[in-house]
C-alpha cells in the first residue's frame, strides 16, 4: 500500500503513511512514557516543582488539545507538560506561522485523524483559544456517533452536527489532558505519556475519526438589482413568493421596515447572543434578498421581495463565529425549516473543500436538495484564495464584480486549494451595494448603508435563485445551480477561475428554456494521461432544439481539449449530453486550463482542466544505529509546492509514498540507541537533503552513519535541555525550520555528517542547557552516567557520602519487608512510584533509586517526593542489581542541591555538518554572565536563555524548575558568529526578558533580574509610541529595572496604571492603561504636547518603585505616514544587594537615550536628578557629572533614612524632554 500526496486538504498538510506489508513490527521501539528534559529538581514541598506563573508576565499561554501548554513571550516559544513539566516536542516555523507538535501527537497527526491547525499556535493566538479550545468531534459512521452518547471525558458537549457525523464539543485548560487521554484510551495516564509508535495507536478511541479545530469564521464583506435583471422578472409578476430563503449571518434588525412582514422564523446560534442584529451586515445581506423598499417608497426593493426569510444567526455582533455555529445553522435551515435557497455571506481560511463546513453543504445539499449560496471571500487579488463552506462542490460560490461587470480587486480568485477545481462559479454586484441599515449599526445614518464585499454580491444571486425557483417549484438545488451559471451574462477578460461563467443574469434565466451543465471540471491528473467528463443539456420548451456547439479556447494547447460532437439535438422536455476530452499528452507543460463550451448563445458551459507531474513511488528505507528498522518521522519539503512541507510517520523499515515528480528535500527524527546501552534511547536527525524524483525512486536513511551530538564541559555537568534543529530552503522559494525539544527519555543526539546541497540553505544547530549535577551516584567507581532525578524529589544534603544499597524487588511494601532499607539506598524495578515512595519512607531509607524496565529513561509524575527519588536505564540498572545479589553494595552519592553554574551552549553549522561533531569549549572561548536573582523572597523565579540565528529568530525553550530568590549563578555561554541570546525571567507577577545579545569570548557580564528602580519602559517588543496623521498611537505597557537593558510585563492587576496626553493645560485624551490611541483629532499644527504616565503598586506585595509618574514632552504635527515620537528614555544603575538595598553612601548613574529610530542620542545635552529620602515631601537637587556610563551622581543618605526616591530628567536640542519619579526607588541598608 502506498501513501499519495495528491489532493491535499490545506495547505500545510498532514499525510498518512502506511507500513508495507513485508515491513517487519515495531514493537520494540515503541516508547512506553515521556520523561522531563530536565535533571533539576526543585526544593521539596507541596504541587508540582515546574508549576509556571500565568499572565502577561509569563506570556500568552496556549493550551493544546494534548494538555501540553505553550508560551509564547516577545522572545520565545516555549513548551510545557498538562503539570508544567518538560515535554519533547517539535516546533516548526514554516510560512510565518508556528507550529508545536508534542510528541504524543505526532502519530495521530501524520495519520490525518487530527486537524493541523490545532497546533498551529500562530493561529490559535490570533484567534484567541486561550482558555478554551472549541472542537468538532467527527465520528468513522452514525453508529459510532450514536454510541458515543455522553461527551468525551475533558469535553462539554455544545451541539450535535449530523451533517457531518459529529459535535461541536469544547474543552479548556485544565481538561484537554483528560480529553486526550479519553480519544487516545490512555486512560489518566494518557496526560504523561506517548502513545506506542505502531499502527494501530494512529487511531482515535470511541470510534472518533478525526478532531478538527472549530475554526474562527467571519463576514465576507436600486441599481444592483437593475444590473442583475431582476426588475424585468418582476414585471412577470415573479417576485418569489412563497420561497423560503434561510440567511446565515450576523442575525437581522427585525424593526426596520425593510424587513417588516419579511421574516418567517428566525435563531441564534451565537451563545449568549439574541437574533437582534447589531453589527449591520446581516441586515444589509437579509434586505438585498428580500427588502420591500418601504423606508425608500420601494426604490431600494431586494431581489426576491416576495421571497419568505429564515434567519441563523451564526456569527456574533462582532461580525465572527465558529464552524460550528454555521455547520449547526445550516441544519436548521435545510433540515428544520426546509430553506429551498441557503444565503451564506461568510468564511473561513481556503481549503479544498474536505473541511466540515464543506462537508455539510455537500451532504445537506444531497439529502434535501437545497441550494447553498456562499460568499468566496474578499482575500483577493490572490488565487486559490476561496474559503471555506465556499469550497465545496455543492456550493455555488460567488465572486464580485463592480458596476461596470469589472471583477473587483478584492474578490476571493479560485482555482480551489489542491486539487484547482473552478471556483467561484459565478459572479454579483458587490461594489457599493446599497440596502437596509440596521438601527445598531454605527457605520453611518439614516436607514441604508453601501457596502463592498463578496458578502454583497452573494444575496444578489441568492434572491435570483429565490425567483428561479419559483418559476420551477420542483427543481433541486443542483439544478437551480446550473441554469443560473449556465445562462449567467460572460464578462469578457475576466478568466474562470477569477469570475465562474459570468455574472448572473436573472431576466435571462427565467426566460431560457435551454440549459447545461454549469461547470465541468476534468480534474487534476499527471501528463500523458486522458480525462472525459459529460456535459449535460436540458430543454424545458415544447419542440426539439438543436445546438450547435462551439468550443473556445484561448491559451489551451492544439488538441488538449475537444467535444465528441459539433452539435447536440436535445429533444423537447428531455435531456441530451455530449462528452468533454482532455488528451494531456498534447503539453508538456504543468498548468491549468480553462474553455467554454457556448451552445448556440442559449447556454454555456465552463471546462477545466490541470495537469501535475507524473506521479513516482519514492521508497524510503531507514534503519537504526543497530541496523534495524528505525521508527520516527519523516518530512518531505517540495521545492516550488505552495502547500508547504509534508509529514508522515514511520513504524518500521521501509515507507513507500507516491509523489509527483521533483526535487525534495526528506528528513527523518528516528529514535536510535543511546549511549547507556541497547535499552537507552537517543535521537538522530537523518537527512537526505537534496532528491530528484523523475522516476520511481529509492532512498536510504541510515542513522548508522549518523555520529554523536555532544558537548563537554569544563566543569561536571548534566544534560538539562537537549534541542537539534533543521532548516532546509529548497532554490529559492520554501523554507522550513524544524526544532525538535528533545525530552530526557533521550540521553543523546545524533546527525549525519558531511551532507551538503548544491543552492538554498541547510543548516544544523545543537543546543544543550548543561547544569551542574545536583545529584551523583557511583558504584565500584563508576559513575551512573544515565541518572535522572525525578521531578519534584527530595535531595540529600549537600556533601558527598558512601550508603550502603538494598535490592528492595518491585519495591512494594513485600519487597521492603525482606530487606532493612533504613539509611539505605533502596534498588527498586519500575512500579507504582506512588506506592514505592510510600514504602520507602516507611521502611526509613536514604533514597529510591528506580531501574527502568522499559527502553529509555524512567519519568512518571511530577509531585514532590519526602524521600529522594531518582532511577537508571535497564541495562545500567540490572548490572547494579546482579551486583547486589552477589554481595552487600556500597554506592557514593555526591548531592549539590543548589546549582551554581549552568552552561548554555550552542553550535550552529551552515551548508554541511563536519564529520566531528563534539564541542569541547574551554571557558576562555565563553562569555561568562553572572546573574542573580532578586525577586521577592517567597516568589520563584522561572529562567530560560534562548538562542537565536539566522534562521531561528524567535527563541525555542523548554520549562524549566525554579530559581530561588536571592540566588547567585555563574553561566557560560557559547560566543558564535550569528549566535545571539535572549535571556526570560518570569515570577508569579511579572516577566522579564533582555535584549538581544551577542556576547564575546572571554568577557565577563553581570545580569541582575528583578532588580531595583522599577519604572515604566519603552520597549521595541511594542510599536514605538507614533502618529499617523491627527491620531497619536502609543503602548507603553512594559517596565524595566536597574541595570542591563531590560524590559518586562505585569500581569493584570499587580499594577494601576493610567496614560494621559495635555496639549498646553488641556487633557487631550487618557486611558487607564498602557495603551492610548487618540479619539479626538489633534490639530495638525506642529504643537508641544506632553504625555504622563502614573503608575502605582501595592506596597505591600514589593515595598520598593510603590509609585512612578513619568511626563515626556515632545513637538508634533500632521504626518501623512507613520511618524515616530522623539521620546527620550531613562535608565538607571545602582549597586544594591540582593535585597534591592544600597549603602548609605552610594553612586546612582543616570543614562539618557531616544528610542531607536529616533534621534540621535547625542543631542541629549542636559540631565538632572534630585533626590528625596522621606517619600518625596522634601528634595535634595543633586550634582551630575558626565561619565562614559551617562550622568553620575553620589548620593549621602542621612540617618534614619529607608528608602530613595528618584526624580530625573533630560532635554535634547529639539526641545523634548523627559522628567520622572519614582518613589522608594530603591531601599538603603
Known amino acids: 500500500m502506498t501513501l499519495s500526496f495528491h489532493g491535499r486538504s490545506v495547505s500545510l498538510i498532514v499525510a498518512t503513511a502506511t507500513l508495507l506489508a513485508a515491513t517487519p513490527p515495531a514493537a520494540a521501539l515503541a516508547r512506553p512514557a515521556p520523561p522531563p528534559a530536565s535533571s533539576v529538581p526543585s526544593p521539596a514541598g507541596a504541587g508540582s516543582p515546574f508549576a509556571r506563573p500565568a499572565g502577561p508576565g509569563a506570556g500568552e499561554v496556549i493550551t493544546l488539545i494534548t494538555g501540553d501548554r505553550v508560551t509564547v513571550t516577545p522572545a520565545a516559544t516555549t513548551v510545557a507538560g498538562p503539570d508544567g513539566e518538560p515535554v519533547g516536542a517539535r516546533v516548526t516555523t514554516a510560512g510565518g506561522d508556528t507550529f508545536v507538535v508534542p510528541d504524543r501527537a505526532a502519530p495521530y497527526l501524520a495519520a490525518g485523524v487530527l486537524d493541523r491547525r490545532l497546533f498551529n499556535v500562530s493561529l490559535l493566538l490570533r484567534d484567541g483559544y486561550r482558555d478554551q479550545l472549541p472542537l468538532i468531534v467527527a465520528y468513522r459512521d452514525a453508529p459510532a456517533a450514536r454510541r458515543s452518547g455522553s461527551p468525551l471525558d475533558g469535553s462539554t458537549e455544545v451541539r450535535a452536527l449530523p451533517s457531518v457525523r459529529g459535535s461541536a464539543v469544547t474543552t479548556d485548560a485544565d481538561r484537554a489532558g483528560d480529553l486526550w487521554a479519553s480519544l487516545t484510551e490512555g486512560g489518566a495516564a494518557a496526560r504523561t505519556t506517548t502513545p506506542e509508535r505502531a499502527p494501530g495507536a494512529r487511531q482515535l478511541a470511541h470510534g472518533v475519526e478525526k478532531v478538527w479545530l472549530d475554526g474562527r469564521i467571519r463576514a465576507a464583506l436600486a441599481d444592483t438589482t437593475a444590473q442583475i435583471g431582476a426588475p424585468g422578472v418582476w414585471a412577470g409578476g415573479n417576485t418569489a413568493e412563497g420561497v423560503d430563503v434561510a440567511v446565515l449571518d450576523t442575525g437581522v434588525d427585525a424593526d426596520h421596515p425593510d424587513l417588516a412582514g419579511q421574516i418567517e422564523s428566525s435563531v441564534s446560534f451565537v451563545p449568549g447572543e439574541d437574533v437582534t442584529d447589531r453589527n449591520g451586515h446581516g441586515t444589509h445581506v437579509a434586505s438585498t434578498i428580500a427588502g420591500t423598499g418601504a423606508a425608500s417608497d420601494g426604490r431600494e426593493r431586494g431581489v426576491a421581495p416576495g421571497a419568505d426569510l429564515q434567519v441563523g444567526k451564526v456569527l456574533n455582533n462582532g461580525g465572527g463565529g465558529q464552524e460550528s455555529w454555521a455547520v449547526a445553522g445550516m441544519e436548521w435551515a435545510a433540515l428544520d425549516r426546509g430553506a429551498k435557497v441557503i444565503s451564506m455571506s461568510l468564511g473561513g481560511s481556503p481549503t479544498d473543500g474536505t473541511d466540515p463546513m464543506s462537508a455539510a453543504v455537500n451532504r445537506l445539499s444531497a439529502e434535501t436538495g437545497a441550494l447553498f449560496v456562499i460568499a468566496a471571500g474578499n482575500d483577493g487579488p490572490w488565487q486559490t484564495t476561496v474559503g471555506t463552506p465556499g469550497a465545496a462542490d455543492a456550493a455555488l460560490t460567488v465572486g464580485a464584480v463592480d458596476a461596470a461587470d469589472a471583477i473587483a480587486d478584492f474578490s476571493s480568485r479560485g482555482p480551489r486549494l489542491a486539487d484547482r477545481a473552478l471556483k467561484p462559479e459565478i459572479t454579483a454586484p458587490g461594489v457599493g451595494v446599497l440596502a437596509a441599515r440596521s438601527q445598531f449599526d454605527n457605520g453611518g445614518t439614516g436607514a441604508y448603508r453601501a457596502m463592498n464585499g463578496t458578502s454583497m454580491a452573494t444575496p444578489h444571486v441568492a434572491g435570483a435563485a429565490a425567483l428561479l425557483a419559483a418559476e420551477h417549484t420542483g427543481w433541486t438545488g443542483g439544478q437551480l445551480k446550473d441554469a443560473l451559471v449556465s445562462t449567467a451574462a460572460e464578462t469578457p477578460g475576466i478568466p474562470p477561475y477569477e469570475g465562474g461563467s459570468g455574472r448572473v443574469d436573472i431576466a435571462r434565466t427565467t426566460a431560457a428554456t435551454v440549459f447545461a451543465t454549469g461547470t465541468a471540471y476534468l480534474g487534476i491528473h499527471p501528463r500523458g494521461g486522458r480525462a472525459e467528463r459529460p456535459v449535460t443539456y436540458t430543454n424545458l420548451g415544447t419542440t ?100 508547504g512541507h509534508y509529514l508522515a510517520y514511520l513504524t518500521g523499515g521501509t515507507l513507500d509514498v507516491l509523489v509527483p515528480e521533483g526535487r525534495y528535500s526528506v528528513w527523518m527524527w528516528g529514535e536510535v540507541e543511546g549511549v547507556n546501552g541497547p535499552h537507552s534511547r537517543g535521537v538522530a536527525l537523518v537527512t537526505a537533503p537534496d532528491v530528484v524524483v523523475t522516476g520511481n525512486t529509492a532512498i536510504t536513511l541510515d542513522a548508522s552513519r549518523t555520529q554523536r551530538v555532544d558537548a563537554i564541559t569544563p566543569r561536571t555537568s548534566a544534560d538539562a535541555v537537549l534541542r537539534l534543529d533543521y532548516h532546509r530552503k529548497i532554490g529559492d522559494a520554501n523554507a522550513v525550520t524544524d526544532a525538535f525539544v528533545i525530552d530526557n527519555f533521550y540521553d543523546s543526539m545524533w546527525v549525519t555528517p558531511g551532507e551538503t546541497v548544491p543552492d538554498g540553505e541547510m543548516s544544523v544547530t545543537a543546543r544543550w542547557r548543561k547544569t551542574e549535577p545536583v545529584l551523583r551516584i557511583a558504584h565500584d567507581g563508576d559513575w551512573f552516567d544515565d541518572l535522572h532525578v525525578l521531578p519534584g524529589s527530595a535531595l540529600p544534603p549537600a556533601g558527598s557520602r558512601h550508603l550502603n544499597a538494598v535490592f528492595a524487588g518491585s519495591g512494594d511494601a513485600a519487597g521492603f519487608a525482606a530487606v532493612d532499607a533504613r539509611r539505605k539506598i533502596a534498588v527498586v524495578r519500575r512500579g507504582d512510584i506512588d506506592a514505592q515512595v510510600e514504602a520507602a519512607e516507611a521502611a526509613g531509607a536514604a533514597m529510591l533509586l528506580i531501574v527502568n524496565d522499559e527502553p529509555g529513561r524512567y519519568f512518571d509524575g511530577t509531585s514532590r517526593t519526602p524521600v529522594a527519588v531518582a532511577s537508571v536505564t535497564r541495562d545500567a540498572g540490572e548490572r547494579l542489581i546482579a551486583a547486589l545479589g552477589r554481595a552487600a553494595g556500597s554506592l557514593r552519592v555526591v548531592s549539590d542541591p543548589v546549582t551554581d553554574y549552568t552552561y548554555d551552549l550552542v553550535r550552529h553549522w551552515d551548508t554541511t555538518v563536519p564529520a566531528s561533531v563534539t564541542y569541547r569549549p574551554a571557558e576562555r572561548e565563553l562569555a561568562r554572565v553572572d546573574s542573580d536573582f532578586r525577586n521577592a523572597p517567597d516568589d520563584q523565579a522561572y529562567e530560560y536563555r534562548y538562542d537565536l ?137 506642529r504643537l508641544p504636547y506632553r504625555m504622563v504616565v502614573a503608575t502605582e503598586r501595592d506596597p505591600a506585595a514589593d515595598p520598593y518603585s510603590v509609585t512612578t509618574r513619568t511626563a515626556w514632552d515632545f513637538v508634533s504635527g500632521a504626518a501623512d505616514t507613520r511618524h515616530q515620537l522623539p521620546l527620550i528614555q531613562l535608565d538607571y544603575a545602582v549597586d544594591t544587594g540582593l535585597d534591592r538595598r544600597a549603602a548609605r553612601n552610594t553612586t546612582l548613574t543616570v543614562t539618557p537615550s531616544h528610542l531607536p529610530g529616533g534621534p540621535a542620542t547625542s543631542s541629549i545635552g542636559s540631565v538632572t536628578v534630585a533626590v528625596s529620602y522621606d517619600d518625596g515631601r522634601t528634595w535634595t537637587e543633586q550634582r551630575v557629572r558626565r561619565t562614559a556610563a551617562g550622568w553620575t551622581t553620589e548620593l549621602r543618605a542621612p540617618a534614619g533614612a529607608e528608602a530613595v526616591t528618584i526624580r530625573a530628567g533630560a532635554r535634547d536640542a529639539h526641545g523634548n524632554a523627559v522628567e520622572q519619579t519614582i518613589t522608594r526607588a530603591f531601599g538603603l541598608r
Open 544 to 643: 426539439d432544439v438543436t445546438l450547435g456547439l462551439t468550443l473556445d479556447a484561448p491559451g489551451v494547447p492544439e488538441g488538449l481539449l475537444s467535444l465528441s460532437a459539433p452539435s447536440v439535438t436535445v429533444p423537447a422536455g428531455g435531456t441530451a449530453t455530449v462528452t468533454v476530452t482532455a488528451d494531456l499528452s498534447r503539453t508538456t507543460a504543468k498548468g491549468s486550463w480553462t474553455a467554454r463550451v457556448a451552445a448556440g448563445g442559449l447556454a454555456d458551459t465552463v471546462i477545466g482542466v490541470s495537469t501535475e507531474e507524473q506521479p513516482r513511488h519514492l521508497v524510503i528505507t531507514s534503519t537504526g544505529r543497530d541496523g534495524e528498522p528505525m521508527a520516527g518521522e519523516i518530512t518531505l519539503l517540495r521545492e516550488g509546492d505552495p502547500a
Open 949 to 1085: 540565528n539566522p534562521h531561528l529568530t524567535t527563541g525555542v525553550g523548554f520549562a524549566a524548575p525554579p530559581v530561588r530568590s536571592g540566588r547567585f549563578r555563574t553561566d557560560w555561554v557559547t560566543v558564535q558568529d550569528g549566535v545571539r541570546w535572549i535571556s526570560e525571567v518570569n515570577n508569579r507577577s511579572s516577566g522579564q526578558w533582555g535584549a538581544s545579545t551577542a556576547y564575546r569570548a572571554g568577557t565577563t557580564v553581570g545580569e541582575q533580574w528583578f532588580g531595583a528602580i522599577v519604572r515604566p519602559r519603552i520597549t521595541d517588543f511594542v510599536r514605538m509610541p507614533h502618529r499617523t496623521g491627527n491620531r497619536l498611537r502609543a503602548e507603553i505597557i512594559g517596565w524595566g529595572d536597574s541595570g542591563a537593558a531590560h524590559s518586562g510585563l505585569y500581569v493584570p492587576g499587580v499594577v494601576d496604571w493610567s496614560t494621559t496626553v495635555y496639549q498646553g493645560g488641556t487633557v487631550v485624551d487618557g486611558t487607564p492603561g498602557g495603551y492610548l490611541d487618540t479619539g479626538a483629532e489633534l490639530s495638525p499644527a
